[in-house]
C-alpha cells in the first residue's frame, strides 16, 4: 500500500518560506497524481495544489497561486510543495495525498485515496 509522510513544516514570519516534503513508499509514483490540500481550524479542507507525476500538469487554488510552487524528484518518490510570501491566512494543517492519476479531480479530495499524518505550518510573527 502506497504510505506518505509529509514534512517540512513549522513556525515562519509573514513574508517567510517554507518547504514542505511528501515522501511516498511502497509503489513508484509514476502513475499518481499527488495533492497538497490544508485543513486551518473550523475551516473545510481546502485543496491547495495538485501535480501528475507523469505528465507533469499542476493546479494551484487562486489563494496560492503565483507564491506556491509543486515539484517531483522522481529518483526519490517525492513531491515539494514551495511556500513563498506566506501570510497568517496560510496557517493550516498540511496534508499531501495520492491517487492514480486517471481517477483524480484537480482541485478537489476526488480520486486521492492514500494520505499522509500532515504537518503543521504556523505563519506569525
Known amino acids: 500500500q502506497l504510505q506518505l509522510v509529509e514534512s517540512g513544516g513549522g513556525v515562519v514570519q509573514p513574508g517567510g518560506s517554507l518547504r514542505l516534503s511528501c515522501r511516498a513508499s511502497?509503489?513508484?509514483?509514476?502513475?499518481?497524481?499527488i495533492g497538497w490540500f490544508r485543513q486551518a481550524p473550523g475551516k473545510e479542507r481546502e485543496g491547495v495544489s495538485c501535480?501528475?507525476?507523469?505528465?507533469?500538469?499542476?493546479y494551484y487554488a487562486d489563494s496560492v497561486k503565483g507564491r506556491f510552487t509543486i515539484s517531483t524528484d522522481n529518483a526519490q518518490n517525492t513531491v515539494y510543495l514551495q511556500m513563498n510570501s506566506l501570510n497568517p491566512e496560510d496557517t493550516a494543517v498540511y496534508y499531501c495525498?495520492?491517487?492514480?492519476?486517471?481517477?483524480?479531480?484537480?482541485?478537489?479530495?476526488?480520486?486521492?485515496?492514500?494520505w499522509g499524518q500532515g504537518t503543521q505550518v504556523t505563519v506569525s510573527s
Open positions: 495525498a495520492a491517487g492514480p492519476s486517471w481517477t483524480v479531480v484537480f482541485g478537489t479530495s476526488i480520486g486521492f485515496s492514500s
Open positions: 501535480i501528475d507525476v507523469g505528465d507533469g500538469s499542476d
Open positions: 511502497g509503489y513508484s509514483l509514476d502513475y499518481y497524481a
